[in-house]
């Protein structure tokens, strides 16, 4: 059964930090393309963050960069979010995203999320 298990999220304050965790199971984690996402109540989606298979390309949503760093232990089967700097307009749920588009049928898989809260 694939899963995804988002973890790490909670409360901090203006300029904290938090690391969010997504452990995955149940599909080859080291072929999927990993995506953070976030979404505020009554708004669409955002992507904050992806990591290829091998990690070595990462892409970052304007917003973030410079704070948060995405990253992957194909080991562990695990990713990860570090996020620095935090701003009361990153408070929203945190969502972790597997794809492989190499698969019949491809995987899609999506976590149930984990809220973080920015606020002093």
């Known amino acids: 059964q694939v899963q995804l298990v988002e973890s790490g999220g909670g409360l901090v304050q203006p300029g904290g930090s938090l690391r969010l965790s997504c452990a995955a199971s149940?599909?080859?984690?080291?072929?999927?393309?990993l995506m953070w996402y976030r979404q505020v109540s009554g708004k669409e989606r955002e992507l904050v963050a992806s990591?290829?298979?091998?990690?070595?390309?990462?892409n970052y949503a304007d917003s973030v960069k410079g704070r948060f760093t995405i990253s992957r232990d194909n080991a562990k089967k695990t990713a990860y979010l570090q996020m620095n700097n935090l701003k009361p307009e990153d408070t929203a749920v945190y969502y972790c995203n597997a794809v492989d588009l190499g698969l019949v049928p491809s995987l899609n898989a999506w976590g149930q999320g984990t809220q973080v809260t920015v606020s002093s």
């Open positions: 990591i290829l298979q091998s990690g070595g390309l990462r």
């Open positions: 149940g599909f080859t984690f080291s072929r999927a393309a």
